[in-house]
C-alpha cells in the first residue's frame, strides 16, 4: 500500500501535473485574497473561506484523481499491480492516500492567509479549524468517488470531466430540495448534499453525523474501486 | 510446481479455454506454443492471477490461486506480453518500485545491481523508460520479472521486439534461468521455442492439443512418412499413378522444376514403405526418377498439422452444412 502511495505522489511531480496543480491553485489564492479582501467585497471571513474551498474541490480534485486508475489502464501497467503479491484494497487505498496527501498539501497554502490575519486580530480559530476539517473531509469524499470514475474508464478527460459533473451534482443538489414538493425526495436532497453537510463545518461544529457520512462515502468508494478492478478477472 | 487442472475461461458465448490441464514439474522451459488467439495469453494471464478461470484450479508451489493469491503471486515472476511500464520514470525509479510492491526482502541495491546485469540494462538504469527502444523495455520488463527471484517465470512472447542479437541473448537467458527456475514461455516462432524448451506444448482454439519434448513431438507424431520425388513424364498421369501405390494417403504436385520434370510430395501411412512400389510404376513406364528422399516431419509440420487440421476440418463443416442447406 506504501510502495503505491509513494509511487503515486511521485508520479504527480515526475509528470507536470503536480506542478501545474499546486501554481494554478497558489495563483487562484492569492488573486482571490487579493480581490475579495483588498477590495473589500466582502469581509465575513469564514464566507470568503468556504466559498474559495468549494471551488478548489470542484474544479482541480478531478484534475487530480483523473489519471489514477485511467491512466494505468490505458498503459496496461495495471497488470503489473494486479499480478503483485498486494490485494486489490491496498491498491486502490495506496492511491487514494496520494491523491489525498496532494490535496492536503495544496491546503496548507491556504492557513498562509490565516497566519498573517492573526498578526492583525483575531481570528476566530474554531471557524478556521471547522472550516479545514470539513473541507479535508468533503474533499476526501470526492477524491474516493473521482478515483472510482477514473477506474471506470481509460480516456483521462472523459474520468476529469464525469468526476466534475458528479462533484457539482453533489454540490448543489441540496438546493433542489427547497423547489420539490415531495418531502421525502426533499429530505434526501438535503442528506446528500455535500455542501449542507460541509456549511456545518465552516460554522465551527463538529457535525458528527457528517462526519460519518463523508467517512462511509470513502468506504463506499474505496469498496466500489477495488470491486470494479475484480470485476476485471471475470469479465 | 504449476498444477492446472480443467482450466476453461469464456468471455460470453466466446470460448477461450477448454478444459485445459497440465502441470510443469520443477526447473524445465516449457514453451506454449500456437497461432494467435489460441489461448496461450489467457492460460498465463489465469496462472498469475490478473484472470480469472470460468472454472478449474491453478496451484502454483503448492498454493491455489484463488484461495492464496498473494502467496501464488509471490512465487512468480509474471512478464505481459506489453510490459506494464510507467513511461515517466527511470529504469531505477521503477524497478525500485517493483522491489517495494512485490515485498521482496532481499538486500536492495545487491539484488537490484545482478538483475540489471543479467539483463544488460545496468547502463541505461538513470534514463526515462519512455526514450528507451523497444528492445530495452522488453528487458526492463524482464528485469521486473526476475525481482525477488521467484521460483517460476512466466514469460509472454519474450523476444519480441529484439533484434537477431538480443534474440540469441534472451534466449541464452532463459536457457540458464531454466536451470534453477520453471519457466514457460509462449512463442508463436517455432525455432525459438524449439531453441529453448525442454518441453512443448501446442494449444489450439482454447485447447492442449500436443504436449512433450520437442523430440517426442517430431517422431511420435509421424505416425506417417512423405516422400518428395522428382520424376520425368506427363504431371497428371504420373499423379495419378502415384495415388494408386497402396499406403499413399496424399500426392501433391510442386510444379515443374526442370523442363518435363516434376516435383511430388507423397504423404504416406507409417507402415508402409513407399520407396519400392514408387520405383516399379517408375519402371514400368520409363518415367526417370531424378531424385528422391525422405523428409521426416519437422517441428513446424507438426505445428501446421495439429493447428491447421481443425482449420480445415472446421472448413469441411462448413462446407458440408452449406451442402446440407442447398439439399433441404
Not at chain 1, 458528527?208 to 466500489?224: E, G, K, N
Not at chain 2, 512465487?75 to 506480453?81: A, F, V
Not at chain 2, 517460476?152 to 514469460?155: K, N, R, S, T, Y
Given at each position: 500500500?506504501?510502495a503505491?502511495?509513494?509511487?503515486e505522489l511521485?508520479g504527480?511531480?515526475?509528470?507536470?501535473?503536480?506542478?501545474?496543480?499546486?501554481?494554478?491553485?497558489?495563483?487562484?489564492?492569492?488573486?482571490?485574497y487579493?480581490v475579495?479582501?483588498?477590495?473589500?467585497?466582502?469581509?465575513?471571513?469564514?464566507?470568503?473561506?468556504?466559498m474559495?474551498f468549494?471551488?478548489?474541490?470542484l474544479?482541480l480534485?478531478?484534475?487530480?484523481t483523473?489519471?489514477s486508475?485511467s491512466e494505468?489502464i490505458?498503459?496496461k501497467t495495471?497488470?503489473g499491480?494486479?499480478?503483485a503479491?498486494?490485494?486489490?484494497?491496498s491498491?486502490v487505498?495506496?492511491?487514494?492516500l496520494?491523491?489525498?496527501f496532494?490535496?492536503?498539501?495544496?491546503?496548507?497554502?491556504?492557513?498562509i492567509?490565516?497566519?498573517?490575519i492573526?498578526?492583525?486580530?483575531?481570528?476566530?480559530?474554531?471557524?478556521i479549524?471547522?472550516?479545514y476539517?470539513?473541507?479535508?473531509l468533503?474533499?476526501a469524499?470526492?477524491?474516493?468517488i473521482?478515483?472510482?470514475?477514473?477506474?471506470?474508464?481509460?480516456?483521462?478527460?472523459?474520468?476529469?470531466?464525469?468526476?466534475?459533473?458528479?462533484?457539482l451534482?453533489?454540490l448543489?443538489?441540496?438546493?433542489?430540495?427547497?423547489?420539490?414538493?415531495?418531502?421525502?425526495?426533499a429530505?434526501f436532497?438535503t442528506?446528500?448534499s455535500f455542501?449542507t453537510r460541509?456549511?456545518?463545518f465552516?460554522?465551527?461544529i463538529?457535525d458528527?453525523?457528517?462526519?460519518?457520512?463523508?467517512?462511509?462515502?470513502?468506504?463506499?468508494?474505496?469498496?466500489?474501486t477495488a470491486?470494479k478492478?475484480?470485476?476485471?478477472?471475470?469479465? | 510446481?504449476?498444477?492446472?487442472?480443467?482450466?476453461?475461461k469464456?468471455?460470453?458465448?466466446?470460448?477461450?479455454?477448454?478444459?485445459?490441464?497440465?502441470s510443469?514439474?520443477e526447473?524445465?522451459?516449457?514453451?506454449?506454443?500456437g497461432?494467435?488467439?489460441?489461448?496461450?495469453?489467457?492460460t498465463?494471464?489465469?496462472?498469475t492471477?490478473?484472470l480469472?478461470?470460468s472454472?478449474?484450479?491453478?496451484?502454483?508451489?503448492?498454493?491455489?490461486?484463488l484461495?492464496?493469491?498473494?502467496?501464488?503471486?509471490k512465487?512468480?515472476?509474471?512478464?505481459?506480453?506489453i510490459p506494464?511500464?510507467?513511461p515517466?520514470?527511470?529504469?531505477?525509479?521503477y524497478?525500485?518500485?517493483m522491489?517495494d510492491?512485490?515485498?521482496v526482502?532481499?538486500?536492495?541495491?545487491?539484488?537490484?545491481?545482478?538483475?540489471c546485469a543479467?539483463?544488460?540494462?545496468?547502463?541505461?538504469?538513470?534514463?526515462?523508460?519512455a526514450n528507451?527502444?523497444k528492445?530495452?523495455?522488453?528487458?526492463v520488463?524482464?528485469?521486473?520479472a526476475?525481482?525477488?527471484?521467484p521460483p517460476?517465470?512466466?514469460?509472454d512472447?519474450?523476444?519480441?521486439g529484439?533484434?537477431?542479437?538480443?534474440?540469441?541473448?534472451?534466449r541464452n537467458?532463459?536457457?540458464?534461468?531454466?536451470?534453477?527456475?520453471?519457466v514457460?514461455?509462449?512463442?508463436?516462432?517455432l525455432?525459438?521455442v524449439?531453441?529453448v524448451?525442454?518441453?512443448?506444448?501446442?494449444?489450439n482454439r482454447g485447447?492442449?492439443?500436443?504436449d512433450g519434448t520437442?523430440?517426442?513431438?517430431?517422431?511420435g507424431?509421424?505416425?506417417?512418412?512423405?516422400?518428395?520425388?522428382?520424376m520425368?513424364?506427363?504431371?497428371?498421369?504420373?499423379?495419378?499413378?502415384?495415388?494408386?501405390?497402396?499406403?499413399?494417403?496424399?500426392?501433391?504436385?510442386?510444379?515443374?522444376?526442370?523442363?518435363?520434370?516434376?516435383?511430388y510430395?507423397?504423404d504416406?501411412?507409417?507402415?508402409?514403405?513407399?520407396?519400392?512400389?514408387?520405383?516399379?510404376i517408375?519402371?514400368?513406364?520409363n518415367?526417370?526418377?531424378?531424385?528422391?528422399a525422405?523428409s521426416?516431419?519437422?517441428?513446424?509440420?507438426?505445428?501446421?498439422?495439429?493447428?491447421?487440421?481443425?482449420?480445415?476440418?472446421?472448413n469441411?463443416?462448413?462446407?458440408?452444412s452449406?451442402?446440407?442447406g442447398?439439399?433441404?
Open positions: 500500500m506504501m503505491i502511495a509513494k509511487k511521485k504527480y511531480f515526475l509528470s507536470p501535473i503536480g506542478y501545474v496543480f499546486l501554481g494554478v491553485l497558489f495563483l487562484m489564492f492569492g488573486l482571490y487579493y475579495v479582501l483588498l477590495s473589500q467585497v466582502s469581509s465575513l471571513i469564514p464566507q470568503v473561506y468556504s474559495l468549494i471551488w478548489i474541490e474544479i480534485l478531478p484534475l487530480i483523473m489519471r486508475f494505468e490505458r498503459n495495471d497488470q499491480l494486479l499480478t503479491p498486494v490485494g486489490v484494497f491498491i487505498f495506496g492511491k487514494f496520494a491523491a489525498f496532494m490535496f492536503a498539501i495544496a491546503m496548507t497554502a491556504t492557513l492567509p490565516a497566519v498573517v492573526t498578526f492583525f486580530s483575531s481570528p476566530d480559530w474554531a471557524t479549524f471547522g472550516t476539517l470539513g473541507t479535508l468533503c474533499g469524499a470526492f477524491l474516493s473521482g478515483i472510482f470514475i477514473s477506474s471506470l474508464t481509460q480516456s483521462q478527460i472523459v474520468a476529469a470531466i464525469s468526476t466534475f459533473g458528479v462533484t451534482l453533489l448543489l443538489v441540496g438546493q433542489l430540495s427547497s423547489s420539490v414538493s415531495n418531502t421525502a425526495l429530505n436532497f442528506w446528500i455542501d460541509y456549511q456545518k465552516t460554522k465551527g463538529l458528527i453525523p457528517s462526519i460519518v457520512f463523508f467517512l462511509s462515502v470513502v468506504a463506499v468508494f474505496t469498496f466500489l470491486r478492478l475484480e470485476s476485471k478477472r471475470w469479465s | 510446481m504449476i498444477e492446472v487442472k480443467n482450466l476453461s469464456r468471455y460470453g458465448e466466446n470460448v477461450a479455454l477448454n478444459h485445459v490441464s497440465f510443469v514439474g526447473n524445465t522451459v516449457v514453451g506454449f506454443l497461432p494467435n488467439g489460441a489461448g496461450k495469453s489467457t498465463m494471464n489465469i496462472i492471477g490478473y480469472s478461470a472454472s478449474g484450479t491453478v496451484t502454483v508451489c503448492g498454493y491455489n490461486t484461495d492464496y493469491p498473494n502467496e501464488a503471486k512465487k512468480i515472476g509474471y512478464m505481459p506480453e506494464p511500464l510507467y515517466d520514470m527511470t529504469v531505477r525509479e524497478l525500485n518500485f522491489y510492491l512485490k515485498k526482502t532481499l538486500p536492495r541495491e545487491k539484488h537490484l545491481r545482478e538483475i543479467l539483463v544488460q540494462i545496468s547502463d541505461v538504469a538513470g534514463r526515462l523508460i528507451l527502444s528492445g530495452y523495455r522488453q528487458r520488463g524482464l528485469a521486473e526476475l525481482i525477488g527471484n517460476v517465470l512466466i514469460l512472447e519474450p523476444t519480441v529484439l533484434d537477431p542479437k538480443q534474440i540469441i541473448e534472451v537467458l532463459i536457457k540458464s534461468l531454466g536451470k534453477n527456475h520453471t514457460i514461455l509462449s512463442s508463436h516462432i525455432p525459438e524449439q531453441a524448451a525442454d518441453r512443448i506444448m501446442i494449444v485447447e492442449l492439443v500436443a520437442p523430440y517426442e513431438l517430431e517422431h507424431q509421424s505416425g506417417e512418412q512423405k516422400l518428395v520425388v522428382r520425368e513424364g506427363p504431371a497428371d498421369e504420373v499423379e495419378h499413378m502415384l495415388t494408386t501405390i497402396r499406403g499413399v494417403t496424399g500426392v501433391r504436385n510442386f510444379g515443374q522444376k526442370e523442363p518435363g520434370v516434376f516435383e510430395e507423397v504416406g501411412h507409417g507402415s508402409a514403405d513407399l520407396r519400392r512400389p514408387l520405383f516399379g517408375a519402371a514400368k513406364r518415367w526417370p526418377i531424378l531424385s528422391m525422405s521426416e516431419l519437422s517441428l513446424e509440420d507438426v505445428f501446421l498439422r495439429l493447428t491447421g487440421s481443425t482449420y480445415l476440418s472446421d469441411a463443416q462448413i462446407e458440408k452449406r451442402k446440407g442447398g439439399r433441404k
